[in-house]
């Protein structure tokens, strides 16, 4: 299975910061990669998929880039509804697999 | 609006079984694959089984094949998982969600989820 490794585990930040979340492939995957919003009690949220294609409604503070091993999920200015728990996923093999998680928090 | 109501966790012995449902409305379901996926208490999202959108083929991770089986009808608009000898480390929130896209061979994002159905495994 490809290994996917996300960096900060935990990230402190105010409002109005620009965040930028690490995702690494132990292998490549192309640009199958997708960034979820998690936050306790309710249902993950799609964000982007392929690498940088953000979905219907998603506000356009978020975007994402990389290709390969490499990705970033950045927040150009955090909102208060922005600290939640962030996932990626790559689904370029026959088992998708996710990172562990990058709980953002207020500082 | 699309939504997905998952339904019959609960607590169960080591060894056991549960059946787990999803009930999906606001859109064409026969048209979607659709997945599941887990989280176990303080820890990741681990993607377990989805299926076509035909119910003609299933796809489980390797570690959970053979004890856990993935349905639907089509007709009502469900999506079940059954779980069998079940273990300690199975306890964990368990989401329906809907595959954003199908590829032959490949796994999938996934664009829709539930609030998840828990699953407790416990003596």
């Known amino acids: 299975d490809i290994q996917m490794t996300q960096s900060p585990s935990t990230l402190s930040a105010s409002v109005g910061d620009r965040v930028t979340i690490t995702c690494r492939a132990s292998?490549?995957?192309?640009?199958?990669l997708a960034w979820y919003q998690h936050k306790p009690g309710k249902a993950p949220k799609l964000l982007i998929h392929?690498?940088?294609s953000l979905e219907s409604g998603v506000p356009s503070r978020f975007s994402g880039s990389g290709s390969g091993t490499e990705f970033t999920l950045t927040i150009s200015s955090l909102q208060p509804d922005d600290f939640a728990t962030y996932y990626c996923?790559?689904?370029?093999?026959?088992?998708?697999?996710f990172g562990q998680g990058t709980k953002l928090e207020i500082k | 609006e699309v939504q997905l109501v998952e339904s019959g966790g609960g607590l169960v012995q080591p060894g056991g079984s549960l059946r787990l449902s999803c009930a999906a409305s606001?859109?064409?379901?026969?048209?979607?694959?659709m997945s599941w996926v887990r989280q176990a208490p303080g820890k990741g999202l681990e993607w377990v089984a989805t299926?076509?959108?035909?119910?003609?083929?299933?796809f489980y991770v390797d570690s959970l094949k053979g004890r856990f089986t993935i349905s639907r009808d089509n007709a009502k608009n469900s999506l079940s998982l059954q779980l069998t000898r079940l273990r300690a480390e199975d306890t964990a929130l368990y989401y329906c969600?809907?595959?954003?896209?199908?590829?032959?061979?490949?796994?999938?994002?996934?664009?829709?989820w539930g609030q998840g159905s828990l699953v407790t495994v416990s003596s």
């Open positions: 969600a809907r595959a954003g896209d199908y590829r032959s061979g490949y796994s999938t994002y996934f664009d829709y």
């Open positions: 606001g859109f064409t379901f026969s048209n979607y694959w």
């Open positions: 299926i076509r959108n035909d119910g003609s083929e299933n």
């Open positions: 292998q490549s995957v192309n640009n199958w």
């Open positions: 392929k690498a940088f």
């Open positions: 996923q790559q689904y370029n093999t026959y088992s998708a697999t």
